[in-house]
C-alpha cells in the first residue's frame, strides 16, 4: 500500500517529460556537481589532516564538548574484543541506548536499542535484538566493517535520543534529523531529513528518506525531495512537509556555527537532532555533505556560496553571520540567478 | 600559484615529456631497423676498348637514384681520357662520354655504392610525365632492332589487340604473348630479333623484350626498353633488359622474362631508357665489358645494437618473449584504472571498489571470455551463498572472508577440473581470477545489501560488470598491449589524463539525470 501511495506521489509532483538536464541548464541555476564539490571545495578548503576531526565521532564529540555544544551523553566506549561480553554489564539495566562505530559513514552499523526485555533487546521499529546478535554486530563493528577505511574501529555507546514531538507529524518511524551545510563558518543552506517506511527508519536519503528544506532565518520546511524527485507530501503519511517551524532553530544555526569553527573545515555538513528534553546535539560532521540538498530547495547552492565568497572576513565570523543569514534567506530568486 | 593552473601545468609538462620520450624512441628504432634492413651494394664496371680514330667517343650509362634505391657513392676513373657526364634530355639518362686524340687500348672503371630501402617499396617507382609530341613519336616509331613494319608484327598484333580494348588492357594481352606464348630461344639461333622470334615463337630474353617494345609501339603505345641489373651478389652479371610503356602518364615497366608487370621489384635498378646496351661506341674496337655486383656488409655500430650497456633497461622487447605477456598487462592496468576514472567520475557510475573492475577485465584476457564468465558468474554465486550460510555463525571478519576465500578457490579449481573433464581440449586458463578481489566484492556487496538495500548493492554490481566490460574491450585488443611495451612512455600520456580528469570539475551524466527536476 505504501508503494502505490509513493508512486502517487511520484506522478503528481513530476510531471515533467524531461530525462536529463543539459549542463549548462544546471550551470545557470548554480547546481553543485560532485565533481565541482570535491575539487572547488572539499580539496580547497577541508585540510586533510583535520579530517579525523569529522571522521571520527569520538573526537567530533570531544570536539562539541569542549566549546559547549550539546551532544548525547557517552555512556561508555568499547575499543577491545575482550570487552564485549562485558557489555551487558556495562550497559546495567539502561533499556534504551545507541550503539555506532565510531568512524562510520551515512549511519552504517547504529543499532538503536528502544526497549529491552532482559537480554532480550528490541529495535525502535519492534524487532528483536537478540544479545547474541548484538554481541555480534559488536564484534563486527571492532573489526572495522563500518569503519571508512576498514581498519579497526571503536564502539560508542551513547543516550538514545527521543525526538522533539513537533517533529512527530512529519516523521514516520524513527528520528529525523537537520542537517547544516557551513561554507567558510556560515550556514548556506539547511534540510530536514525525515524517515520512511522506505527507508528502514533511518534517516537516509539514499535508502529512499525524505528530505525538506529549512529557511535559514525562520526554522521553516519548504521544498521537499525523495529519491531525487521533488515532492511536497510525504509517501507515508501524505502530509505536507512544507510550511513546519522547527523547534529550537536558533540553537541549531549556533551550534553549527561553533561546531564549523571549531572544525576548521571551510566545507562542512553538521546533523542534529532535536532532543524533546535538551534541545539541539550534534550527532556529527560530515566533510563531504551530499547534494540532495539542492533538491530539497529546488535551488543551487553554488550562488549561495559565492555569496560568502564575496563577504568580507568580518562578515563571515562571530555575531556578524546571523545578518548575513537573515541576507541569505531574505534574497529573492533573482539574486541567485547565475 | 593555483592549484588549477599547477594541474594544467603538470599535465602539459606530461604531455611534453611524453612526447619527447616517444619521438625519441620511434627514431632511434626506426633508424635502427632501417639500418638493419637496408643494403648496400657495390656495383663495379670495367670497360675496355681499343681506339684508333681520334673522333671517336664511347657512352657509358651510369645509374640513377630512384625512391628505392639510393646511389650514396660514385667514383669513376678514366686514364688519358677526355670524360664529360650528360644527361639525355628525352630518357633522362645520365651518360658518361669518353673520347681523346690518342689511339691505344683505354679502360673505364666505376664503382657505385647503392642503397637499397625497402621502406620505400609502397612508393610510386614512377613519376608523373607529360610526353610531348616529339618524345611520343619517338617512342612509337621504328628502330633498328625495333621494327614495327615488319608483317608478322602486324599480323600478331591485329590478332591480339582489339579496338575495343583498353589501353591497359592491350599492353597486357601483349605482354602476355610476349612472356608466355614465346618459347625460350637461343641467341645463336637468332631469337634476339623480332621478326624470327614471332616467326618461331621463341625468343631470348633481350627477344622478348624487342617484341613487347615493337607489338607495343606498333599498336600506338609508347614503349621504350629499359637495361639495368638485378642487385644481387654476382660475379659477372648479364645486364638485363625490360620494357616501359606509357601508360597514363607513367612509364609503366613491364618484364616479360621474369613475368614482373606495373612494378618491378626494389632491387632491379635501371641504367639506361630507351636502349639495351650500357656501353656503345660507334667505332670503338674490342670493346669488352666487366660488371660485378658485391654485398657490402652494414655498419659495425648497427651490428653491436645489442651491445650490453645501461640505456637498454628502458627497452622491455629486450626481455625474454614469456615475460612479454605479463609486463604488457601490468603495462595495461593503468588503461584499465583510467576508463574506471572516466566512468566514475565523467559518466557517474559507480561499482563496488575502485580497481575491482580493471583487475577483474585483466584476469580475463588471456582467458576464453565465454568459459571466465561463467566461471566467474559461478565463483560469485557460490562464494554468496557462501557468505550467506555463514552470516548465522556470527564469526569475526577476517576468519568469516577466509572461509569466502577457501570456498571460492575450491569452487574454482574443482570447476577448472569439470570443465577439462567436459571438455579436455579447451585450455581453462580462467585461474586467473583475481581471488581475493572477488572475496573483497562478494563481502562488500553482501554488506552493501544488508545496509543500503538490495537495490543499490545490485546498482552496483551492474556498474561493476559493465565498467570491467569495457576495461575489458580496450584490455583486450592486443596490439595496444605490444605498443605499451615498446613505447612505455606513452603512460605519460595517461598520468595527464589523470590529472585532467582529476581537476574535471563539470557535471557527471549522472547528475544531468540525477538534477533533472531543477529544471522545470
Redesign the interface.
Known amino acids: 500500500m505504501a508503494v502505490s501511495q509513493n508512486r502517487k506521489t511520484f506522478t503528481m509532483e513530476n510531471d515533467s517529460k524531461r530525462f536529463w538536464a543539459w549542463p549548462e541548464e544546471l550551470h545557470r541555476r548554480g547546481i553543485l556537481g560532485i565533481n565541482q564539490r570535491n575539487v572547488d571545495f572539499i580539496l580547497e578548503h577541508n585540510p586533510r589532516g583535520f579530517y579525523p576531526r569529522v571522521d571520527n565521532k569520538l573526537k567530533t564529540k570531544e570536539i562539541c564538548q569542549e566549546h559547549g555544544i550539546q551532544v548525547p551523553e557517552t555512556y561508555f566506549v568499547m575499543t577491545e574484543h575482550s570487552q564485549c561480553p562485558r557489555f551487558l554489564e556495562m550497559i546495567g539495566n539502561r533499556t534504551e541506548f545507541v550503539v555506532k562505530p565510531a568512524t562510520g559513514a551515512a549511519g552504517r552499523g547504529i543499532v538503536v536499542v528502544a526497549g529491552r526485555l532482559g537480554n532480550n533487546f528490541f529495535s525502535t521499529s519492534g524487532r528483536l535484538i537478540e544479545w547474541t546478535d548484538l554481541r555480534h554486530h559488536l564484534s563486527t563493528i571492532l573489526s572495522g566493517l563500518y569503519s571508512l577505511g576498514g581498519q579497526l574501529d571503536q564502539i560508542i555507546v551513547e543516550r538514545r535520543i527521543v525526538s522533539h514531538p513537533m517533529l512527530k507529524s512529519i516523521a514516520v518511524e524513527g528520528t529525523p534529523d537537520i542537517r547544516v551545510i557551513l561554507y567558510r563558518g556560515v550556514p548556506a543552506m539547511a534540510m530536514i531529513r525525515l524517515p520512511t517506511r522506505a527507508s528502514g527508519g533511518r534517516a537516509n536519503l539514499h535508502q529512499g528518506a525524505v528530505a525538506a528544506a529549512i529557511e535559514l532565518n525562520t526554522g521553516r520546511t519548504f521544498g521537499g525531495v525523495c529519491r531525487d524527485r521533488a515532492i511536497t507530501l510525504h509517501p507515508d503519511t501524505q502530509h505536507p512537509i512544507a510550511g513546519v517551524e522547527l523547534p529550537f532553530w536558533h540553537e541549531v544555526l549556533e551550534g553549527s556555527m561553533k561546531l564549523s569553527d571549531a572544525l576548521e573545515m571551510g566545507y562542512v555538513g553538521i546533523d542534529f537532532v532535536i532532543d524533546a528534553d535538551t534541545g539541539p546535539v550534534v550527532l556529527e560532521a560530515n566533510a563531504r555533505p551530499g547534494l540532495a540538498i539542492q533538491l530539497a530547495h529546488r535551488q543551487g547552492i553554488v550562488p549561495r556560496l559565492k555569496y560568502i565568497d564575496s563577504l568580507t572576513d568580518l562578515q563571515r565570523s562571530g555575531e556578524h553571520r546571523w545578518d548575513v543569514i537573515e541576507s541569505i534567506a531574505t534574497k529573492s530568486n533573482d539574486f541567485w540567478r547565475v | 600559484m593555483s592549484?588549477r593552473v599547477l594541474s594544467q601545468l603538470v599535465a602539459l609538462g606530461f604531455i611534453l615529456l611524453g612526447l619527447i620520450a616517444f619521438s625519441m624512441r620511434y627514431y632511434s628504432r626506426t633508424e635502427a631497423r632501417i639500418a638493419l634492413q637496408d643494403s648496400l651494394w657495390r656495383l663495379t664496371y670495367d670497360i675496355g676498348f681499343d681506339l684508333g680514330d681520334p673522333e671517336t667517343e664511347v657512352t657509358v650509362s651510369l645509374p640513377t637514384s630512384t625512391s628505392a634505391a639510393e646511389v650514396e657513392v660514385e667514383e669513376l676513373s678514366y686514364t688519358n681520357l677526355r670524360g664529360e657526364i650528360r644527361e639525355t634530355p628525352l630518357s633522362k639518362n645520365r651518360e658518361l662520354v669518353v673520347n681523346t686524340n690518342i689511339a691505344g687500348p683505354f679502360n673505364v672503371k666505376a664503382e657505385f655504392d647503392i642503397r637499397l630501402r625497402p621502406r620505400h617499396s609502397w612508393d610510386e617507382q614512377n613519376t608523373f610525365e607529360t610526353l610531348s609530341a616529339s618524345g611520343r613519336t619517338r617512342f612509337l616509331r621504328s628502330d633498328e632492332t625495333i621494327v614495327t613494319t615488319a608483317p608478322n608484327v602486324q599480323e600478331v598484333v591485329q590478332t591480339i589487340s582489339r579496338d575495343d580494348l583498353t589501353d591497359g588492357e592491350r599492353i597486357q594481352r601483349l605482354f602476355d604473348f610476349c612472356s608466355q606464348e614465346l618459347k625460350p630461344g637461343l641467341a645463336s639461333d637468332g631469337y634476339d630479333n623480332v621478326a624470327t622470334a614471332l616467326a618461331n615463337h621463341r625468343a631470348t630474353s633481350l627477344g622478348r623484350a624487342r617484341a613487347l617494345v615493337t607489338l607495343c609501339r606498333a599498336d600506338k603505345i609508347p614503349a621504350r626498353l629499359v637495361v639495368g641489373f638485378e642487385l644481387r651478389q654476382a660475379e659477372n652479371p648479364r645486364p638485363h633488359v625490360w620494357v616501359e610503356a606509357f601508360h597514363g602518364n607513367l612509364w609503366v615497366p613491364f618484364d616479360p622474362t621474369y613475368g614482373y608487370a606495373r612494378h618491378m621489384p626494389d632491387n632491379f635498378i635501371p641504367i639506361r631508357r630507351d636502349g639495351e646496351v650500357i656501353v656503345r661506341s660507334a667505332t670503338a674496337k674490342d670493346l669488352t665489358q666487366k660488371y660485378s655486383i658485391m654485398r657490402l656488409a652494414p655498419p659495425e655500430k648497427v651490428l653491436q645494437a645489442e651491445m650490453r650497456r645501461p640505456s637498454q633497461v628502458f627497452d622491455l622487447t629486450r626481455l625474454p618473449v614469456e615475460m612479454h605477456q605479463v609486463m604488457s598487462l601490468m603495462l595495461l592496468l593503468p588503461l584499465g584504472a583510467l576508463i574506471t576514472a572516466i566512468f566514475r567520475?565523467i559518466i557517474?557510475i559507480r561499482t563496488l571498489g575502485t580497481f575491482a573492475p580493471a583487475l577483474l577485465a585483466m584476469s580475463f584476457i588471456y582467458a576464453a571470455w565465454g568459459t571466465g564468465l561463467v566461471i566467474l558468474i559461478s565463483v560469485l554465486m557460490a562464494g554468496y551463498v557462501g557468505r550467506s550460510l555463514l552470516d548465522p555463525l556470527?564469526l569475526?571478519?577476517?576468519p568469516r572472508s577466509s572461509i569466502v576465500l577457501t570456498i571460492i578457490i575450491l569452487f574454482v579449481v574443482f570447476g577448472v577440473s569439470v570443465i577439462d573433464y567436459m571438455a579436455p581440449a579447451s585450455g581453462v586458463r580462467a585461474v586467473l581470477l583475481p581471488l581475493v578481489i572477488l572475496t573483497i566484492l562478494i563481502e562488500r556487496f553482501f554488506?552493501t545489501s544488508e545496509?543500503?538495500?538490495a537495490t543499490?548493492a545490485v546498482q552496483l554490481v551492474v556498474g561493476t560488470f559493465v565498467v570491467a566490460a569495457f576495461c575489458y574491450l580496450i584490455l583486450s585488443w592486443e596490439e595496444i598491449g605490444q605498443i605499451l611495451l615498446i613505447y612505455p612512455e606513452l603512460h605519460f600520456f595517461t598520468i595527464a589524463a589523470f590529472i585532467w580528469i582529476?581537476?574535471?570539475?563539470?557535471?557527471?551524466l549522472v547528475?544531468?539525470?540525477?538534477?533533472?527536476?531543477?529544471?522545470?
Request: charged residues 30%; hydrophobic residues 40%; glycine residues 14%.
Open positions: 592549484a567520475n557517474g556470527h569475526l571478519m577476517v554488506v545496509e543500503d538495500g543499490f582529476g581537476r574535471y570539475s563539470g557535471y557527471r547528475e544531468l539525470w540525477r538534477f533533472r527536476d531543477m529544471v522545470k
